[in-house]
């Protein structure tokens, strides 16, 4: 069993920044790609951004490449996600998600998930 914590959501001002953070525990050896997904009112859950165990191989979804930076502090079991730049259309509730292979933006393969956090951004 792995417990997923998001934290960090609000709400903020269009063009303002966010920071989430995902806190795992548990047996921490499934959370070798950790993924980001949000879903809007009405809308299908759409994949964010997802990081791989070393930190180092990541993945963003289009509309977020530039403004969105995915990290992880296995110290701490922590993956982060830096949002700026946020735009109206970014609101939405925030999922962490984890699993041990796979494709990373195919969110049906997924073995665990947060309750999420909620992200509002104001025009």
């Known amino acids: 069993q792995v417990q997923l914590v998001e934290s960090g959501g609000g709400l903020v001002q269009a063009g303002g920044s966010l920071r989430l953070s995902c806190a795992a525990s548990?047996?921490?050896?499934?959370?070798?790609?950790t993924a980001w997904f949000r879903q809007a009112p009405g809308k299908e859950r759409e994949f964010v951004a997802a990081i791989g165990w070393n930190g180092v191989i990541t993945e963003y979804t289009d509309s977020v490449k530039g403004r969105f930076t995915i990290s992880r502090d296995n110290a701490k079991n922590a993956v982060n996600l830096q949002m700026n730049s946020l735009k109206p259309e970014d609101t939405a509730i925030y999922y962490c998600?984890?699993?041990?292979?796979?494709?990373?933006?195919?969110?049906?393969?997924?073995?665990?998930w947060g309750l999420g956090t909620q992200v509002t951004v104001s025009s």
């Open positions: 998600a984890v699993k041990r292979a796979g494709t990373w933006s195919e969110h049906l393969t997924y073995e665990y």
């Open positions: 548990g047996h921490t050896d499934v959370t070798y790609i």
